[in-house]
């Protein structure tokens, strides 16, 4: 079965760097784009950042454009997602996500907070 697992995540000052990443298994990693949302306290899940199957083409959420960098290996099957500086409202918990022809998968998250 899809198996997705985020690690990585962790207490960061404001303005430092994280680097997440999600070890995937169970499907064809290298067929599949691969997402990375976030859902900070009390707010609804929303898409970070998007990667296509070969890794040619990414798209990111404005607020994270030019600060998040999204890649991933294929001889891996490892997504990751480059945070670089780092605020406050990046707080959140981070899920790998992958969409199969049946269903979204998701990971169980990992917490990324931001506070000095």
């Known amino acids: 079965q899809v198996q997705l697992v985020e690690s990585g995540g962790g207490l960061v000052q404001p303005g430092g760097s994280l680097r997440l990443s999600c070890a995937a298994s169970?499907?064809?990693?290298?067929?599949?784009?691969m997402s990375w949302y976030r859902q900070a306290p009390g707010k609804e899940r929303e898409l970070a950042a998007g990667i296509s199957s070969a890794g040619s083409s990414t798209n990111y959420a404005d607020s994270m454009k030019g600060r998040f960098t999204i890649s991933r290996d294929n001889a891996k099957n490892t997504v990751y997602l480059q945070m670089t500086s780092l605020k406050p409202e990046d707080t959140a918990v981070y899920y790998c996500s992958v969409q199969t022809t049946f269903m979204r998968h998701w990971g169980q998250g990992t917490q990324v907070t931001v506070s000095s």
């Open positions: 169970g499907f064809t990693f290298s067929k599949y784009a």
